[in-house]
T-cell receptor, first 113, second 113 residues
Framework: DSGVTQTPKHLITATGQRVTLRCSPR?????VYWYQQSLDQGLQFLIQ???????AKGNILERFSAQQFPDLHSELNLSSLELGDSALYFC????????????FGPGTRLLVL | AQTVTQSQPEMSVQEAETVTLSCTYDTSESDYYLFWYKQPPSRQMILVIRQEAYKQQNATENRFSVNFQKAAKSFSLKISDSQLGDAAMYFCAYEAAGNKLTFGGGTRVLVKP
């Protein structure tokens, strides 16, 4: 158990819908990262937050957004969902950034039908 | 852009034997970090080992060790005394000042009893 929690574990929804994925970092970690793992794209970095502020952005679609709250938990919002958004979404956290090891949560498996 | 390449899609090893996974990366940075993560069937991403580029000594963690060749930009993982629980996907990852992890495509390790 890495200490990073993600909810829900599984999510099944329809195209065009909107979902919110939640992540609670390890105690004491200030930095949160979101990654997407899909069969065709592999593991890709989406976005990073550090102590409530957006720090870095990767291949995140405009339909996706994220935020980190004062209690340091983070949410990833996915809207206007498409079939291709089906993937495993990971949250990771680290003490700081950069150079600190990232510890991953168990992931949220999203299936868009 | 940094890239990470794992040239072996799948490796098979007999229980108690040794297997070596290859990873090469491309970067113009001099200061960076390299990681191996394990992803078992549960899909959880588990940190196996970490190497700082400024350290000449190769990292070791129990039965796991790396061969870090900075000039060749090579970072291989050796699993000694392989166990059935080592069966998983293994991902090589790179991190520089941008904080994000860049992952290779993964190598599936099969352990034969």
């Amino acid at each position: 158990d890495s200490g990073v929690t993600q909810t829900p574990k599984h999510l099944i929804t329809a195209t065009g819908q909107r979902v919110t994925l939640r992540c609670s970092p390890r105690s004491g970690d200030l930095s949160v990262y979101w990654y997407q793992q899909s069969l065709d794209q592999g593991l890709q970095f989406l976005i990073q937050y550090y102590n409530g502020e957006e720090r870095a952005k990767g291949n995140i679609l405009e339909r996706f957004s994220a935020q980190q709250f004062p209690d340091l938990h983070s949410e990833l919002n996915l809207s206007s969902l498409e079939l291709g958004d089906s993937a495993l979404y990971f949250c990771a956290s680290s003490v700081g950034a950069p150079r600190w090891t990232q510890y991953f949560g168990p992931g949220t498996r999203l299936l868009v039908l | 852009a940094q890239t990470v390449t794992q040239s072996q899609p799948e490796m098979s090893v007999q229980e108690a034997e040794t297997v070596t996974l290859s990873c090469t990366y491309d970067t113009s940075e001099s200061d960076y970090y390299l990681f191996w993560y394990k992803q078992p069937p549960s899909r959880q991403m588990i940190l196996v080992i970490r190497q700082e580029a400024y350290k000449q000594q190769n990292a070791t963690e129990n039965r796991f060790s790396v061969n870090f060749q900075k000039a060749a930009k090579s970072f291989s993982l050796k699993i000694s005394d392989s166990q059935l629980g080592d069966a998983a996907m293994y991902f090589c990852a790179y991190e520089a000042a941008g904080n994000k992890l860049t992952f290779g495509g993964g190598t599936r390790v099969l352990v034969k009893p």
